[in-house]
């Protein structure tokens, strides 16, 4: 994923009922976390955290 690229994250990161769509505002290579992905939802909520936790929308 690139900057943006439209995803979804998963509830599981949220604590969200469902999968929230959005798009992607930054990528970077944490050395300790890996890939970590952050996101703005068209609510204007950021949402960020490890790669495992997104998807492509």
Not at 2 to 22: F, Q
Not at 36 to 47: C, M, P, S, T
Not at 52 to 57: D, K, L, N, V
């Amino acid at each position: 994923m690139k900057k943006g690229d439209r995803a979804k994250v998963s509830p599981k990161l949220t604590g969200e009922k469902d999968w929230i769509v959005g798009e992607v505002i930054d990528v970077e290579d944490n050395p300790f976390r890996g890939i970590v992905i952050a996101i703005k939802d068209e609510l204007g909520r950021i949402f960020f955290g490890e790669e495992m936790f997104f998807q492509p929308a």
